[in-house]
């Protein structure tokens, strides 16, 4: 089952940041937040991850809160490009067999409007 | 450079046969991994390569079988198709088992 809980649907106008959140209470010291989103009928694509610090690239900014529990995928200037489903998973850095495993939630299905 | 590339992209299949796909991997990646994704139970992990050794495997029937090539690329198989088997099936390749993995554009596989 997926460590993470996200909304369902989020709705944003284009040109404003998009706020993403996402819950993982049970994360390990040693897991990862990814973050992925999957146009439709595409293959999901990777944004971004972390493990305790927050980072940024060129699509987006990933914030994780002091506890771990909890993050947020923030996409600074939306675009109508960027309506999808945002997929965030916890998965394994290190150490376990399951490390290339990774365990998709429902995801939150984000439209961008004009 | 090139991205993963699953050949082929659709695919109708008629019950109880049996179908392969193929998945090239991002040149260098030895990291190969399936899942199948569906309306209802949506994306789910199938199985992962790492240098030709199955490292995980979903919880699928012992109808769905992969491999992984001396070159990384991989193929699955399921025999005796099911209706249900009906799903976009999609290959990742990443570095190595730990860092990001990449999608292909998947196969449609649809069974009648």
């Known amino acids: 089952d997926a460590k993470t809980t996200q909304p369902p649907s989020m709705d944003c106008a284009e040109g404003r940041a998009a706020n993403l959140p996402c819950n993982h209470s049970?994360?390990?010291?040693?897991?990862?937040v990814y973050w992925y989103r999957q146009i439709h009928s595409q293959g999901p694509q990777y944004i971004i991850h972390?493990?305790?610090n927050n980072e940024t690239n060129e699509m987006a900014s990933l914030i994780i809160t002091e506890d771990r529990k909890s993050s947020t995928l923030i996409l600074p200037h939306a675009t109508l490009r960027d309506t999808a489903v945002y997929y965030c998973i916890v998965r394994v850095a290190h150490g376990s067999s399951n490390t290339g495993k990774l365990i998709f939630g429902q995801g939150t299905t984000l439209q961008v409007k004009p | 450079k090139a991205g993963v590339t699953q050949t082929p992209r659709y695919l109708i299949k008629t019950r109880g046969q049996q179908v392969t796909l193929s998945c090239s991997p991002i040149s260098g990646h030895r990291s190969v991994s399936w899942y199948q994704q569906t309306p209802g139970q949506g994306l789910q992990f199938l199985f992962e390569?790492?240098?030709?050794?199955?490292?995980n495997k979903g919880n699928f029937p012992g109808r769905f079988s992969g491999r992984q090539f001396s070159n990384s690329r991989s193929e699955m198989n399921v025999s005796t198709l099911e209706l249900g088997d009906s799903a976009l099936y999609l290959c990742?390749?990443?570095?190595?088992?730990?860092?990001?993995?990449?999608f292909g554009q998947g196969t449609r596989l649809t069974v009648v």
């Open positions: 390569y790492f240098s030709e050794t199955q490292r």
């Open positions: 972390g493990l305790k």
């Open positions: 049970t994360i390990s010291g040693n897991e990862y």
């Open positions: 990742a390749s990443s570095l190595k088992e730990i860092t990001e993995a990449f």
